[in-house]
């Protein structure tokens, strides 16, 4: 059963850019999180879809992240524009239900 | 609300010595506990949860965790090291009930010398 995939591994942007971050969950799971580690810091909650919807946003640093998560199964984080204080690791993860989260292997978002 | 609190940012120790690595949390409400592993250029990977029954949880690697209610801790303890184990590992608590988001510690880097 393949895991939760996120597109792409790595991605280098200049600031005031636009990027677009995938993650495909495991097939089946209803709950999609994003989260986010900035340098240095602890991982941040910042968003759980319940199929398409948007269950918790509330992480969310501000109205430059879009996230979607068109019928309800791939999910997409656009940052635009992008400043440099959004480099970090972007993590997914999806869970069946439950308290149980698997998580994708990150995209590391540099902006310069 | 939550927080989780790694009480080292980094542990160096050596090789098939024992390690016990820290975490404190807060929450006015009922937790899960986990504890999360990165190895070098890897996502994350669940090591261990806590969700009831036995305070004393073991995970894979050989890996096992306390929950102690009474000090709000889950600390993860290993008898002994081995290089492999070299990764960073974040402790995260996620309430029983209400918000389904997780709620990391700032992480603790393992580092194993020979």
């Known amino acids: 059963e393949a895991g939760v995939t996120q597109f792409p591994s790595h991605s280098v942007i200049e600031k005031g850019q636009t990027v677009t971050l995938r993650c495909d969950p495991i097939?089946?799971?209803?709950?999609l999180y994003w989260y986010r580690r900035v340098m240095g810091k602890e991982i941040k909650f910042l968003l759980h879809?319940?199929?398409?919807?948007?269950?918790?946003e509330s992480g969310m640093p501000n109205n430059r992240f879009l996230a979607e998560r068109t019928g309800g199964t791939y999910s997409t984080l656009k940052v635009q524009p992008a400043e440099l204080e959004d480099s970090g690791v972007y993590f997914c993860?999806?869970?069946?239900?439950?308290?149980?989260?698997?998580f994708g292997q990150g995209t590391r978002l540099t902006v310069v | 609300a939550q927080s989780v609190t790694q009480l080292d940012s980094q542990v160096p120790v050596f090789e098939e010595a024992p390690v016990e690595l820290r975490c404190n949390y807060s929450?006015?409400?009922?937790?899960?506990l986990f504890w999360y592993v990165q190895y070098p250029n890897q996502g994350l990977q669940l090591l261990l949860k806590?969700?009831?029954?036995?305070?004393l949880v073991k995970g894979i690697n050989g890996f096992e965790a306390e929950f102690n209610k009474s000090q709000t801790s889950f600390h993860l303890r290993k008898p002994s090291v081995h290089i492999s184990d070299t990764a960073e590992y974040f402790c995260?608590?996620?309430?029983?009930?209400?918000?389904?988001?997780?709620?990391f510690g700032q992480g603790t880097r393992l580092t194993i010398n020979p």
């Open positions: 879809f319940v199929k398409e919807s948007k269950q918790d």
């Open positions: 993860a999806s869970s069946a239900g439950g308290s149980l989260a698997f």
């Open positions: 806590y969700l009831s029954g036995s305070t």
């Open positions: 995260a608590v996620i309430s029983v009930q209400g918000a389904q988001k997780l709620v």
């Open positions: 929450s006015s409400v009922s937790v899960y």
């Open positions: 097939s089946g799971h209803d709950n």
